[in-house]
């Protein structure tokens, strides 16, 4: 699995984007329909509309990396967030590569102040 720093924020588009494009496409949609720059170190997934392949866009040491998986059978399951957040923590990222419904799982021990 990806292990990303702790100071590193995960977002995804909300909009299907066509998944051919390559390094400077996605780029140009983070700065489009994300809103972030591209070379901040955050990783950006995106995903195709029949939700079968995902495509993880990060810079790191003066490149940019991109991760791509791609479903045989099924889809992934992307939360729908009614407030429009397009953050993700690296748990709920895990989970949607993993196939499991980021909205099934839940914390079971919670921390007592």
């Not at 509309?49 to 003066?62: C, E, F, I, P, S």
Request: hydrophobic share 35%.
């Amino acid at each position: 699995m990806l292990g990303f720093g702790g100071s590193v924020r995960i977002y995804y588009c909300p909009t299907p984007v066509n998944l051919r494009k390559s390094f400077d496409g996605l780029a140009g949609a983070v700065q489009e329909y994300i809103l972030q720059d591209p070379e901040c170190g955050h990783v950006f997934a995106f995903f195709s509309r029949n939700k079968k392949l995902v495509k993880l866009l990060q810079w790191q040491d003066g490149g940019f990396v991109i991760w791509m998986k791609r479903l045989e059978c099924g889809g992934f399951h992307i939360p729908k967030s009614a407030d429009g957040r397009i953050e993700l923590s690296s748990r709920e990222l895990s989970a949607i590569l993993s196939g499991i419904k980021p909205q099934r799982y839940y914390k079971r021990y919670s921390k007592k102040v």
